[in-house]
């Protein structure tokens, strides 16, 4: 599922950033990041050593509130995107990664994890709008591609553990 | 002690030291053996200066012992040079006049000052670390060193210099699953100028692992259009379980151009079962991080061919009967590889 998601991210990703037009669609740019009160993001960087000892619970359960946040952002994004195009193609993939958080719910339930309690996830300032749309964007989905990069690992981590028990 | 214009001097160093410091001590301690370095850029007019003479001093000049062929102009204790190129490089001494005592050597050596350098960066430990490397396009000539620095996410990381490759370095990555990109600095730097170059990239597109190792081929018995291949990841990739590899496997006869490829996910080992039979094959793998990054040059090429049938040995029986006066006629059977030999008893009248 994140293979296929990746898949699809990159192709939104391409279309996004030319829609952003310059500097968002030049060749290595970077934005600078806004800080976390600004646009609260789930990070999938961590350190190398935590990442290797995190028990399965907790590992699913990072995975799983991160997606619940960037869900929601990138719902928020396709709301104030005003290409067409663009809106179908972002709601159409949060169908996906709705999907995926869903799988990750179910397996919790099945090992017998708790969920954490559905609260109102937000990304933007106070009233969940974004602050800056186009470096809010470029972020999102920037962090988005990290986890479903890294959630492939977890999930080969959590497979080999599993069948280790 | 002195004899003459001949000035003996030693100098003797305890610990080895670095020909640049050898060099520094033998200058201090005796000018006129070693002498001090002038570096001056290649095209460029050049003055030399012989060593804190007066304006009005006569002096003449030797370079490398020898009279000075190209063209010069003497100013009092300097000697001029026009439009230097490596031609020019020498050990210049000038002798003060009338006496010629030697006042001063002067090791000129002529470069040019550094351009950007070429900077590219790898990681095939991943996910410990990577290596950047780096190297001048054109030659300068005369000594250059180079200084790199590593930025991501802000912060300045810890560079370590590689201790058998001058241009290349070592960092370790921070953390894993990064979204900031890392940015990489390197300055090159000589007596004559710096000239700097950066690259930026992010985690996961530096990401090439080493070839996969010890690829073996070997034929199955009874099996003639088989072949078991086996490798290993390769041994610079730190962490197997938690980073798998996916493998790619290219096969083809040697008298074939096309190859056939495989590709495989976490197994180090392939059965072919299309080969031609009695043909020589040759086999490579390559291996990639499951998710980023690029593919690893090939493995080392192995031959190997499937099992062929041996040819069957055909036996001949010979009944064992004593024979007295009977007649012996060799009659060769249609096998080539044994006569028979047939004998035929005649009962004797």
Not at chain 1, 119 to 135: F, I, M, N, W
Not at chain 2, 315 to 330: C, F, K, R
Request: proline share 7%; aromatic share 10%.
């Amino acid at each position: 599922m994140t293979k296929y998601l990746e898949y699809q991210l990159k192709e939104i990703k391409d279309t996004y950033l030319s829609y952003l037009g310059p500097p968002f669609n030049e060749k290595d740019f970077s934005p600078p990041r806004p800080n976390t009160t600004a646009l609260s993001l789930p990070s999938a960087a961590t350190r190398l050593e935590l990442w290797r000892g995190l028990e399965n619970r907790a590992r699913l359960a990072q995975n799983q509130r991160a997606y619940s946040v960037l869900l929601a952002a990138v719902r928020e994004l396709a709301r104030s995107t005003l290409c067409p195009y663009l809106q179908t193609s972002l709601l159409h993939f949060c169908t996906g990664l709705d999907g995926l958080l869903g799988s990750i719910s179910g397996l919790m339930t099945t090992l017998g994890y708790a969920l954490p309690p559905p609260s109102a996830v937000s990304v933007g300032g106070s009233d969940g709008e974004l602050q800056e749309p186009r470096r809010d964007g470029f972020w999102i989905l920037r962090e988005l591609q990290s986890w479903l990069w890294r959630s492939a690992k977890d999930f080969n981590r959590l497979k080999k553990r599993l069948r280790a028990h | 002690p002195r004899q003459g214009s001949i000035f003996y001097c030693s100098v003797i160093s305890e610990a080895e030291q670095p020909a640049v410091i050898i060099n520094a001590l033998i200058f201090r301690l005796c000018p006129f053996l070693v002498g001090r370095i002038q570096y001056e850029r290649m095209g460029s007019d050049v003055t030399m200066q012989c060593g804190s003479l007066d304006n009005d001093a006569s002096v003449s000049w030797k370079v490398n012992g020898t009279d000075i062929k190209a063209r010069h102009r003497l100013e009092g204790p300097r000697l001029l040079l026009t439009q230097v190129d490596l031609g020019h490089n020498g050990l210049y001494s000038c002798f003060q006049n009338p006496h010629g005592e030697r006042r001063d050597t002067i090791n000129l050596r002529i470069g040019t000052a550094p351009r950007e350098p070429t900077v590219t960066c790898r990681s095939n430990t991943y996910p410990k670390g990577f290596y950047c490397s780096w190297h001048q396009q054109h030659s300068t000539y005369i000594p250059t060193e180079f200084e790199v620095d590593v930025h991501h996410n802000q912060r300045a990381l810890e560079v370590q210099r590689d201790p058998v490759h001058k241009n290349r370095c070592h960092v370790r990555f921070p953390e894993v699953f990064s979204s900031f990109p890392y940015r990489v600095n390197v300055t090159a730097i000589n007596d004559l100028g710096r000239a700097s170059a950066a690259i930026s990239f992010e985690e996961s597109n530096i990401v090439k692992p080493d070839p996969p190792e010890r690829v073996v081929a070997t034929p199955i018995p009874n099996n003639v259009r088989r072949l078991e291949v086996t490798w290993n990841s390769p041994s610079t990739w730190p962490d197997v379980d938690n980073f798998p590899l996916k493998y790619f496997l290219r096969y083809r006869p040697l008298i074939r151009d096309q190859w056939q490829h495989v590709e495989l996910s976490d197994s180090t080992s392939h059965t072919i079962t299309d080969a031609y039979a009695g043909k020589e094959y040759i086999i490579q793998v390559a291996a990639k991080d499951t998710e980023i990054g690029t593919w690893s040059d090939w493995s080392v090429a192995v031959h190997a061919t499937p099992w062929i049938e041996e040819p069957k040995q055909i036996t001949s029986t010979t009944e064992a009967d004593p024979v007295i006066g009977g007649l012996i006629s060799l009659k060769p059977v249609p096998t080539a590889q044994t006569m028979a030999l047939t004998i035929t008893t005649h009962k004797i009248k």
